[in-house]
Nanobody, 125 residues
Framework: QVQLVESGGASLQAGGSLRLSCTAS????????MGWFRQAPGNEREGVAT????????YYADSVRGRFNITRDDDKNTLYLEMNSLKPEDSAMYYC??????????????????WGQGTQVTVSS
């Protein structure tokens, strides 16, 4: 079982930038799909960005494409989400996820077996 620990959440004003980090307790899932999801109160969990580490192929939700960037530092066993031009609608709890999926990395929550506890991002207008 892997433990995923997110950090970097904050409260900030619209237009700002933030970087979230997620450190995994093991490297067991380091070559499978990983990613970030978010959930705002009253909403379902939404896939934000995923990455297939072996070839660094990335996938983004339409709502964040061009503003967010997902990367992974293999040496640090850490996943990042750089968020730019933040909007109030980006406010949510952000979760790091890991999986046993290889190849295409879906943006659907049931596909991911391992979830962190989340880090809160609040964007004010």
């Amino acid at each position: 079982q892997v433990q995923l620990v997110e950090s970097g959440g904050a409260s900030l004003q619209a237009g700002g930038s933030l970087r979230l980090s997620c450190t995994a307790s093991t490297r067991t899932y380091s070559r499978a799909c990983m990613g970030w999801f978010r959930q705002a109160p009253g909403n379902e969990r939404e896939g934000v960005a995923t990455i297939y580490p072996p070839i660094r192929r990335t996938y983004y939700a339409d709502s964040v494409r061009g503003r967010f960037n997902i990367t992974r530092d293999d040496d640090k066993n850490t996943l990042y989400l750089e968020m730019n031009s933040l909007k109030p609608e980006d406010s949510a709890m952000y979760y790091c996820v890991a999986s046993n999926i290889f190849g295409r990395c879906p943006l659907t929550a049931p596909s991911y077996a391992h979830w962190g506890q989340g880090t809160q991002v609040t964007v004010s207008s």
